[in-house]
């Protein structure tokens, strides 16, 4: 494992189907296993990536159902960096109703925004 930050990330395009998403975490999980990062932390690495995936793939992607998502990542013995690029339209998350507010905490969605 590199300790060099300008280390280039590994790189995936992940197809809006749940096995190309697993298989790419998978990946990700088993390089943050072999740097030996302890099992809560590549616990909230799957969870954050999953999520980031997730939400590229049903909101960022909705428009465009074949075209795949860009996932890379990158592992150091400080920190793992994740990057999710999607192609979609993009909004303005000021528009987007505060997950915080009374009406809207028995909601699923919307944490990602906080």
Do not use: C
Not at 5 to 11: E, F, G, I, S
Not at 55 to 66: F, K
Not at 73 to 93: K, S, Y
Request: zero cysteines; charged letters at 30%; a negative charge.
């Amino acid at each position: 494992m590199s300790t060099d930050p300008d280390t280039p990330m590994t790189r995936a395009e992940v197809r809006p189907e749940p096995q190309a998403k697993r298989e790419a975490i998978d990946r990700l999980v088993a390089d943050a296993e072999a740097a030996s990062y302890p099992t809560a932390a590549v616990f909230a690495v799957r969870l954050a990536a999953e999520e980031a995936l997730t939400n590229a793939i049903n909101h960022g992607h909705a428009e465009l159902p074949e075209q795949p998502v860009e996932f890379a990542w990158r592992v150091l013995p400080n920190r793992i960096d994740v990057e999710v690029v999607d192609h979609g339209p993009g909004f303005d998350p000021e528009e987007s109703p505060d997950p915080t507010l009374e009406e809207n905490l028995d909601k699923p969605t919307g944490r990602g925004l906080m």
